[in-house]
């Protein structure tokens, strides 16, 4: 138990990143203790890495068992936000090193464009690209030969292409951004989101059927404009905002009579926005308070 206690955090880092569900990567680590629990533990010469194999793998069939249902998915789905504290470190983690360490690879961006790739390309790119493994590990985690995961690991990142997240705004100067969206969204101030929206802006929005939100992804700073301002004409009584942090990053919590209705996620380069992920599903705002 305490060997599996020691390495939980680790595990649902990798299951997180996989999966981008909280509850379900939950499950996973969950099911890898029971695994574990049932195994002779004695023969097993290196516990991380065959803890690692256990959850990549249970990952791995869960996202192929999800694809049909995300295929249907009413409008865009998008990653369940993930609880983390400047303090404390990442929730699920451990210590603040770690978090600052892997923080790029928790971003809400991050996550977002991981689901171009297959679950295969998936589990290459992050095994190699954010928790360092060798291919010849690569390889008897995902139960593949190495030149089949090299081969992977260049699909993967020829998928991604040059989207891949540029990271160059701290914290302090992003809840800043946030506070001037958030300020110039109840003045009303066109000019003032024109300020600090990039021209190429795209907001994406979940709500899962169940929640009003945008279907499709909305392109260019003055629809993306538009689109808020509107929000706020619409909003009624009850409706209040605030920051939070999710993943690694400041965000802004949208609640309705006391619960929460909506977290915003802002991805910045360059001190503009560049991305805006609204996530409105009410089962995946569960962890968040």
């Known amino acids: 138990m305490e060997t599996f206690d020691s ?70 789905w998008l990653p369940e936000p993930l609880v983390t504290s400047k303090s404390a470190g990442l929730a699920g983690l451990g210590s603040p090193d770690q978090t600052i360490e892997l923080a790029d690879s928790l971003s809400f961006a991050f996550l977002h464009m991981l689901e171009r790739l297959t679950p295969a390309e998936r589990a290459v790119f992050l095994l190699r690209e954010v928790f360092d493994y060798d291919y010849k590990t690569i390889a008897e985690i995902v139960e593949k030969n190495e030149p089949a995961c090299r081969q992977l690991l260049r699909r993967a990142k020829s998928g991604l292409g040059a989207d891949r997240p540029k990271f160059d705004t701290n914290p302090a100067e992003h809840e800043q951004i946030l506070a001037h969206f958030s300020m110039a969204c109840v003045s009303g101030s066109m000019d003032g989101l024109l300020t600090l929206l990039a021209e190429d802006v795209v907001e994406y ?25 509107g929000l706020m004409k619409q909003a009624g009584e009850g409706y209040t905002s605030g920051f939070t942090h999710v993943n690694g990053r400041p965000a802004v919590l949208i609640s309705l009579d006391g619960e929460p209705y909506s977290v915003i996620m802002f991805h910045i380069e360059n001190g503009k926005i560049t991305r805006i992920f609204s996530q409105l599903n009410p089962n995946k705002l569960q962890k968040i308070t």
């Open 7 to 76: 390495l939980r955090p680790y595990l649902f880092a990798i299951a997180y990143r996989m999966l981008g569900s909280v509850m379900e990567a939950e499950d996973m680590v969950q099911e890898a203790w029971l695994r574990w629990d049932r195994t002779d533990q004695s023969a097993v010469q290196n516990p991380k890495a065959f803890l690692a194999k256990t959850v990549t793998r249970l990952c791995l069939d869960h996202l192929k068992s999800a694809k049909t249902k995300r295929e249907h998915y009413v409008g865009e």
């Open 205 to 229: 929005s979940d709500g899962g059927g169940v929640r009003k939100a945008a279907l499709k992804p909305i392109f260019g700073a003055d629809r993306v404009a538009r689109f808020f301002l």
